[in-house]
């Protein structure tokens, strides 16, 4: 990410607060395991860079390894813990980075991930997309999760 953006125009709050949403909607698509919302985040042109994976392109491939990813997981959350968004020159256009905690649980087992993603995001017709999302972690480890887990609502 480049220099910060303190003199962004006030008409800008308004773009922030939609791709703060963005990023919220990817957050609950991971939670909720919604497809549909899931490939919804992603501009027709994304780039997903998945740490130890590769990089997955355009919203079929990119949702397809998010499936079997997730799939195979009783319970996934991440936590957003800090983030910023900054604007350049060009007004459809930015970029963001995000702390996440995750906690997920396979086969019995607990997780913890503390990470960064770093993201480009792009205005569509529609609103903002996420252009290029890139992951790195920061810390993995098992943590103990032995409660229930409960099926998510039904989007609604």
Not at 1 to 20: K, L, Q, T, Y
Not at 102 to 122: I, Q
Request: glycine share 10%; hydrophobic share 45%.
């Amino acid at each position: 990410m480049g220099e910060g953006n303190d003199a962004a125009p006030a008409s800008w709050s308004d773009e922030r607060f939609e791709i703060n949403d963005l990023v919220a909607r990817y957050v609950e698509a991971v939670a909720l395991f919604d497809v549909a919302l899931y490939r919804a985040v992603w501009a027709v042109d994304a780039v997903w860079v998945v740490d130890g994976r590769g990089s997955f392109h355009g919203p079929s491939d990119i949702t397809a390894l998010f499936v079997r990813l997730r799939e195979r997981q009783e319970f996934a959350v991440q936590r957003i813990v800090s983030g910023r968004v900054e604007f350049g020159a060009e007004r459809s256009r930015a970029t963001g980075r995000w702390v996440i905690h995750s906690l997920t649980r396979t086969a019995g087992s607990g997780a913890e991930l503390v990470g960064v993603y770093d993201d480009e995001y792009v205005r569509e017709s529609d609103g903002w997309r996420f252009r290029e999302r890139a992951f790195t972690p920061l810390y993995r480890g098992p943590v103990a999760l032995e409660g229930a887990v409960f099926a998510p609502p039904r989007a609604g």
